[in-house]
């Protein structure tokens, strides 16, 4: 017997929450049910500008009901402003868990109740964008062991980091910490030593590469300094100048 579609799966909880169908996620929905017809998978972006929060209760019953198996990719992407509750985008991310690939949360404003629960139990998606996100203090102690990409680029009030931040990361492999106040790299030598699979890391950008990924430029110098006898001294002094783009962060691995 066939499984129902996601868009019957949606109308049902629909109806269940007394909620009228968003036309945006009866669409996704659609092409998400056309993907698995030839791939035997779901694939899925949600754009969270395009819901409120009544919408997102039958969406997480979606993703339960379902169960993530079904899922190959789910993609949850914040583009320009929305105004969702802060309790229910947790639950939300839970509800996708492991099939998370691009979790996107640029400028969004939840308070420290929000970024404090996804720093301290983590989430598993592989790439993470908290562009521009206000944050108190970085202390990111949770399980993000999914993830090589995350973005902390214009998090301004980012001055240092807790010793064991960035434990739970054993597979992080790109950095960006571009404007933001850390100053004093020897002093967050301890938690980026917890990084065992980091290969990029950046403080600042190159005019050169905007928007088109690693500094070609300085792609031959990083080979050198990792064939080097005494790489570890000369990759410190260097590392602040090597990354990739914010473009490269949404790169699909």
């Known amino acids: 017997m066939a499984s129902p579609s996601l868009q019957s799966l949606y109308r049902d909880s629909c109806k269940k929450h007394h909620v009228l169908p968003n036309a945006a996620l009866l669409s996704w929905f659609s092409k998400a049910d056309e993907e ?55 639950s939300l991310l839970r509800a996708a868990n492991e099939k998370l690939d691009v979790v996107d949360l640029q400028d969004m404003s939840f308070g420290e109740d929000f970024f404090s629960d996804l720093s301290q139990n983590g989430i ?13 203090k970085l202390n990111m102690v949770g399980k993000f062991t999914q993830l090589h990409t995350l973005n902390l680029d214009f998090c301004a009030s980012i001055t240092n980091f807790h010793k064991d931040c960035f434990s739970g ?22 938690a980026l030593s917890n990084l065992p699979s980091l290969v990029e890391l950046r403080f600042q950008k190159c005019l050169c590469c905007w928007d088109t990924g690693p500094c070609h430029s300085l792609y031959g110098e990083k080979l050198k300094l990792l064939d080097s006898d005494d790489s570890d001294v000369k990759l410190c002094d260097q590392l602040g100048r090597m990354g990739f783009s914010r473009q490269a962060e949404l790169e699909k691995k």
Not at 81 to 90: D, G
Not at 171 to 184: D, P, Q
């Open 169 to 190: 990361m054993p597979n992080l492999m790109r950095l960006s910490l571009c404007e933001t106040r850390v100053s004093n790299l020897w002093a967050a030598t301890t």
């Open 124 to 136: 598993s998606c592989r790439v993470l964008n908290l562009w521009s996100v206000h944050l108190q």
């Open 36 to 90: 698995k017809t030839r791939y035997r998978k779901y694939n899925i972006a949600i754009l969270l500008d395009q819901l409120m929060n009544g919408d997102l209760f039958p969406l997480i019953d979606v993703f339960q009901s379902i169960g993530t198996f079904e899922f190959e990719r789910v993609d949850i992407l914040h583009e320009s402003s929305c105004h969702l509750n802060a309790e229910l985008l947790l």
